[in-house]
């Protein structure tokens, strides 16, 4: 297995309605299954990295929270304009700001849980005709739609707690 795709690389599918209830459902329980990650994980092993050379299991958290705040961001500009730019950002050097290690887990973890509740309803409320709506990614030019976000944050949630419980298996944690 390869550390750093626990569950695989994202894999695009078409739209249906049993796959769009199962990347909600994806979507409603991610914070509640990261919390259930780092429950009772002490500060060492929050600062431990997930694989040699990776993030540590609190740059994960911030990480989701960052990641899943720009999806919030990008559906909504898709929602409110016509094909849309939306920014990329550098993951990388955003896991380096200071808040990273000024701020606890927990803030991310408050955070997941608003934006995710945001992510939901939105999501669940897209017409036929919304989830083709499409915005263009600022770094690779290409064209995406709102299913294909959907699907690609639902599974980025499970990607990274899969990081964490793979570790604590690893560890014995
Ligand atoms: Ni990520």
């Known amino acids: ?13 078409s739209f249906s309605e049993a796959l769009r209830d199962e990347r909600l459902a994806d ?10 990650a780092i429950e009772n994980l002490d500060e060492a092993q929050l600062q431990t ?9 609190a740059q994960v958290v911030h990480h989701v929270s960052d990641s899943h705040l720009n999806a919030l961001s990008r559906l909504k500009f898709t929602l409110t304009e016509d094909n849309p730019t939306v920014m990329g950002y550098d993951e990388v ?3 380096e700001t200071a808040e990273y290690t000024l701020l606890p887990v927990n803030v991310s ?5 608003a ?3 945001k992510l939901v309803a939105l999501f669940s409320s ?18 995406f739609d709102l299913w294909y976000l ?18 604590r298996e690893r560890n014995g944690w």
């Open 27 to 36: 979507l409603r329980f991610l914070p509640g299954l990261l919390e259930q």
């Open 49 to 57: 990295p997930y694989r040699d050379g990776g993030w540590t299991v």
């Open 109 to 113: 973890l408050t955070m997941i849980h």
């Open 126 to 143: 897209l017409t036929e005709e919304e989830w083709k709506r499409t915005y263009i990614h600022s770094q690779s030019k290409k064209q």
């Open 115 to 117: 934006i995710h509740a």
């Open 93 to 95: 050097k955003w896991a």
């Open 1 to 13: 297995m390869d550390v750093r795709y626990p569950i695989g690389q994202f894999q695009p599918a």
């Open 150 to 167: 959907c699907g690609l944050y639902a599974w980025h949630g499970k990607h990274h707690v899969a990081h964490i419980t793979s570790l």
